[in-house]
């Protein structure tokens, strides 16, 4: 994702976009990775995080039915589930 820092829309990528895509993943069950957690486990809470930032700032200004969630993060939301380094 390339945003031009004077896009509108800028400061909503830290202040509600990135926020709104962790709560999304506590919100399944996957808290946020500690510092001693599993490399590989912390990619893939990235690449979820940063799939649902991209969802929210690319559906940013739909009004009435909700998006449905990009199609590769399902297997992602359920192996960080299921991984047993993720607490649930």
Do not use: C, W
Request: charged share 25%.
């Amino acid at each position: 994702m390339h945003v031009d820092e004077d896009d509108a829309n800028v400061g909503r990528i830290q202040d509600e976009f990135i926020p709104a895509a962790k709560a999304y993943l506590r919100g399944s069950g996957i808290e946020e990775p500690q510092e001693d957690s599993d490399p590989l486990d912390v990619a893939q809470y990235k690449l979820a995080m940063h799939s649902l930032t991209l969802h929210y700032y690319d559906h940013r200004d739909s009004t009435g039915t909700e998006a449905p969630i990009p199609l590769g993060l399902r297997p992602i939301l359920n192996q960080l589930k299921h991984s047993g380094e993720m607490p649930l």
